[in-house]
């Protein structure tokens, strides 16, 4: 028995998740609509540190829910430290969600605007436990750094990715991809928003302290059409469906603070 199928369509989109995963209806989905001035401006809430070291991103692959660069986490040469981490916390993959043609595709929203895209730098908290599938299902198991993507200029280090997507259009195909520092996709503030959420996708788990960008980075039109160019089927599948609009909708606040750093 394959795990349960789950999409982004009609049939297996994000409003049917509840049924095979029903912490889709929990207290801390992501993701959510971030409303500047209900944030809690936090004088103890310090920078985020980011350390990427370029050697360790390894391959680039389409897992047929979206676009992965995977990173070698076998030690903390790539962590993630500050802000609301309690230490460091190591980066295992980064992959995007985008919209279709001109509308919506970022998942979080603020004062709900939706951006073009939006870049997800996952890491786990290797201190604390001994795999990521462990942390991954842990309350502070996991940091993700979202980083907005809105369309304008070209993005100069956007390319080395863009370049290499249709080596990996279809669902299940993998390619190396290596030497990549993730550092280049950071705009220059790292002023942030920060909650406590889950992930966007299934298994859904409540385990991810969100560090979220206030500036969001510029890519071109036709980068982000490159990333539309992906498939979310096999190659052997006929019919091909596009990749877009692979993001969830803004979920219920429940209450939950976010901070703000200043
Ligand atoms: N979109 S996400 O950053 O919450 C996420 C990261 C993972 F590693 C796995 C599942 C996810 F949904
Ligand atoms: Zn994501």
Redesign the pocket.
Known sequence: MTGHHWGYGKEDGPSSWYKNYPVAEGNRQ?PIDIVPNEASHDRDLGPIMTNYDHCTSINISNNGH?VVVEFNDSDDRSVIKGGPLDNPYRL??F?F?WGGKGHGGS?HTVSGEGFASEL?L?HWNAVKYKT?GEA?TAPDG?A?L?IFLETGDDHRWLHMITDVLYMVKYKGSITDFKGFNPNCLLPSSLHYWTYL?????????ES?IWIILKEPIEVSEKQLGMFRMLLFTEEDDDQKMRMENNF?PPQPIKGRRVRSSN
């Open positions: 992501s979206s295992k993959q992959h969600h998942e997800h996952v990521y991954s996991l993700v979202g959420g889950s992930l966007t996708t299934p298994p859904l788990h991810v969830r």
